[in-house]
């Protein structure tokens, strides 16, 4: 069975540290793919990146990156000089490759409730 | 650019009352799934929709049924409601074909009183 953990139920820095939010996962399958949401205090799930099993390059955008580690399987998300705005629940998810017979649903992680405090 | 569109956003409702959501996905989308977020919970899948056709079902109650039209939006009817179905409920869409990532809906947050 496919399964996500986000140990870290809460964090609360100050502006301008970096944040590093953690994912593990499982899965029997060869072929998955690594998603971040952004869920803000507004409720609605932003996507920020997803990530196919067999790409273990890390990927930076702007000040957030992610360093996928399939060893460990693990697939952290990393915040360089947080801004208040980025206070939000992040979630992690975790789906089989999409096929053309079906779809393939996610499933979450817990979350990570990020405050940016000024 | 288009993206999922919920309606409505907002529904309070009595208990034993029924309610339907509504999703419309972006264009040439051809995959719905439906999720149930309960208060500071994760989302959960309820049910999965591909070319109108059931796909994939989750932890969807007896009392909820949904399905995927023609024009490709999507419905969930929920009837003999419980306070335990107050939640926000979201749709995704995504492209198999084009093997696109789910985008969400805004969400449509259900009070059940």
């Known amino acids: 069975a496919q399964k996500v953990t986000q140990a870290q139920t809460e964090i609360s820095v100050v502006e301008k540290e970096d944040v590093t939010l953690d994912c593990v996962y499982e899965?029997?399958?060869?072929?998955?793919?690594l998603f971040w949401y952004k869920q803000p205090p507004s409720g609605e799930l932003v996507f920020l990146i997803r990530r196919n099993s067999f790409d273990e390059q890390n990927e930076i955008s702007g000040r957030y990156s992610w360093n996928f580690q399939k060893s460990t399987s693990s697939f952290n998300f990393t915040i360089t000089a947080s801004q208040v705005v980025d206070s939000a629940v992040y979630f992690c998810a975790l789906s089989d490759r999409p096929s053309i017979q079906g779809a393939q649903k996610l499933v979450f992680g817990q979350g990570t409730r990020l405050t940016i405090n000024p | 650019a288009a993206g999922v569109i919920q309606s409505p956003r907002h529904l309070i409702k009595e208990k034993r009352e029924t309610a339907t959501l509504k999703c419309y996905p972006i264009p040439r989308h051809d995959t719905v799934y439906w999720y149930q977020q309960g208060p500071g919970q994760d989302p959960q899948f309820l049910i999965s929709f591909y070319e109108k056709m059931q796909s994939d079902k989750g932890s969807i109650p007896d009392r909820f049924s949904a399905q995927q039209f023609s024009d490709y939006h999507s419905e969930l009817n929920m009837s003999s409601l419980e306070l335990g179905d107050s939640a926000l409920y979201f749709c995704a869409t995504a492209g198999q074909r084009m093997n696109t990532e789910a985008f969400f809906g805004q969400g449509t947050r259900l009070t059940v009183v």
């Open positions: 899965t029997r399958d060869t072929t998955y793919y």
